[in-house]
């Protein structure tokens, strides 16, 4: 939720969520998002991740704005997990949501 008529705010909201969906689907995780951003040939792990492009800039944040949210919160299925998943005193079940890609309908846009 995000006050009406703060576009920027809700910008970045939508956006962070789709960096955590994104890197869930990419395999970049709190503990291995260091060295992907170091090594990974991938362009779109190299956009998401600030090494390449300015996405960053369209958002009023720095590039590396998804970074720093992988590496503190984690991908989605780690915070999914955490808070409110098998992790959590909740232990829901992913159901719908899960990937896209494993049954669920999360999915992210691209980074483009």
Same mark, same amino acid.
Do not use: C, H
């Given at each position: 939720?995000?006050? /009406? $008529?703060?576009?920027?705010?809700?910008?970045?909201?939508?956006?962070?969520?789709?960096?955590?969906?994104? @890197?869930?689907?990419? =395999? &970049?995780?709190?503990? *291995?998002?260091? !060295?992907?951003?170091?090594?990974?040939? *991938?362009?779109?792990?190299? /956009? +998401?991740?600030?090494?390449?492009? #300015?996405?960053?800039?369209?958002?009023?944040? #720095? *590039?590396?704005? $998804?970074? %720093?949210?992988? /590496?503190? @919160?984690?991908?989605?299925?780690?915070?999914?997990?955490?808070?409110? =998943?098998?992790?959590?005193?909740? !232990?829901?079940?992913?159901?719908? *949501? @899960? +990937?896209?890609? !494993?049954?669920?309908?999360?999915? %992210? &846009?691209?980074? /483009?």
């Amino acid at each position: 939720m995000v006050r /009406r $008529a703060d576009d920027q705010w809700f910008d970045v909201v939508r956006w962070s969520m789709m960096a955590m969906i994104e @890197a869930e689907e990419l =395999g &970049i995780t709190s503990a *291995n998002a260091e !060295k992907m951003l170091a090594g990974s040939p *991938n362009p779109t792990v190299q /956009r +998401l991740l600030g090494k390449t492009g #300015d996405f960053g800039k369209l958002l009023g944040l #720095d *590039n590396a704005w $998804a970074y %720093a949210i992988i /590496r503190q @919160a984690g991908n989605y299925g780690e915070s999914y997990e955490r808070n409110v =998943g098998q992790g959590s005193p909740l !232990k829901l079940e992913r159901g719908p *949501n @899960a +990937l896209w890609s !494993k049954g669920g309908l999360m999915y %992210a &846009i691209p980074f /483009r």
